[in-house]
């Protein structure tokens, strides 16, 4: 199947913690993002990388950081996580001007 | 800050009734989408609209947009249970090809009653 996959799925951690979220797609999009819904539903944009490259950081915290390996993956690092960093993070890849498509989400719990 | 602005909230209609749904937004924009989100899922991409273009069309989906007001709306043709979820707008900035950020409206809830 054609898409984007994210995994975990779900993630409970403690304060403190370091974790990681993996993102690939298999479209053959050049464009990767990271975004956070929080729990209003809002959903902003933190990261968009495009083949490997860094395009749009937005104002996220230092502990926050992505990693591009290649232009099918995106993965993102959160070290020292805090109670407020609790929300569903998507991945989502995009070629051009066209519609995104987004992975099914990570819910990031953090006791 | 947000860019998009959702109206109703949350709307709740019989199975077979239209839905409407409106967005309005701040800032000049190259294109509008709009993104379907069922309970604990991803978003679904369901239509893009040029900032060219007045009206689009696919399936039951009929979106409008006029520039001159910022605003967008989103109707859905007799509704189905299947269709309850969340609705987003997204506006992407004109000059933003490469890389372009989707800035979300705050989503309507609509529930399809059967």
């Known amino acids: 199947d054609t898409a984007v996959s994210q995994t975990p799925k779900y993630l409970v951690t403690q304060m403190g913690n370091d974790k990681s979220i993996k993102c690939e797609q298999n479209?053959?999009?050049?464009?990767m993002y990271w975004y956070k819904q929080d729990s209003k539903k809002f959903l902003k944009i933190m990261f968009s990388y495009n083949n490997k490259e860094l395009i749009i950081n937005e104002t996220v915290p230092n502990r926050f950081s992505p990693k591009s390996p290649d232009k099918a993956h995106l993965n993102l690092h959160i070290n020292s996580l805090e109670l407020g960093d609790s929300a569903v993070y998507f991945c989502a890849s995009s070629q051009r001007v066209s519609g995104y498509t987004f992975g099914s989400g990570t819910r990031l719990t953090v006791v | 800050s947000q860019q998009g602005e959702e109206d109703p909230q949350a709307l709740s209609i019989q199975e077979g009734e239209n839905a409407t749904m409106n967005c309005s937004y701040k800032t000049s924009i190259n294109n509008l989408q709009w993104y379907r989100q069922n309970s604990g899922r991803g978003l679904v991409h369901l239509i893009l609209?040029?900032?060219?273009?007045r009206e689009k069309h696919s399936g039951r989906l009929r979106v409008t947009l006029d520039t001159s007001k910022k605003s967008s709306s989103l109707l859905i043709t007799a509704s189905r249970a299947a269709d309850t979820a969340s609705y987003f707008c997204?506006?992407?900035?004109?000059?933003?090809?490469?890389?372009?950020?989707?800035?979300f409206g705050e989503g309507t809830q609509l529930t399809v009653n059967p």
């Open positions: 997204a506006t992407v900035s004109p000059g933003e090809t490469s890389g372009s950020r989707l800035t």
């Open positions: 479209l053959g999009h050049d464009t």
């Open positions: 609209i040029r900032s060219n273009e």
